[in-house]
């Protein structure tokens, strides 16, 4: 019986484990649980408020503007308010955002390629395991 060596993670990729890399920020934008959602719509265009709040279904008020804040302060979206009675405000991804909704889109078209396999896998390893993880 052959034992596997297990090689520490850092030096495999020692860029991704050093804390000033940058992919920490990027995940936790993209782990939080509507930035994602708000990229992806912006990718279709120029979006309101209002329009933003109607077409991400259960997300409050609050926590759009929380979230568009963070987008915007990241330089991933671009607010733009017009001096209207009531104020019309505006989001549009910058060109960084533009690219990030890039790579999302890549991940959710693996992610639908692969996701029959996943979940036959899981089906396998729950029937193999079943205590659970």
């Known amino acids: 019986m052959s034992t596997i060596t297990e090689t520490p ?3 495999l990729a020692p860029d991704v484990c050093e804390d000033d890399c940058g992919i920490r920020d990027v995940l ?3 782990g939080d649980r509507w930035s994602v959602l708000v990229i992806v719509v912006l990718t279709k265009g120029t979006r309101r408020f209002g329009e933003l709040h109607q077409t991400i279904p259960g997300i409050s008020q609050r926590m759009l503007t929380v979230t568009t804040k ?3 302060r990241d330089g991933l979206v671009e607010r733009t308010v017009y ?3 009531p104020p019309q405000t505006d989001y549009r991804l910058t060109p960084t955002g533009r690219s990030l909704a ?3 889109t890549a991940l959710a078209d693996w992610s639908r390629e692969h996701k029959a396999g996943i979940a036959a896998s899981r089906q396998r390893w729950d029937a193999d395991h079943p205590g659970g993880i």
């Open 83 to 85: 001096p209207t009675i």
């Open 9 to 11: 993670v850092h030096e």
């Open 70 to 72: 963070r987008l915007v």
């Open 102 to 104: 890039a790579a999302i």
């Open 28 to 30: 936790d934008r993209l």
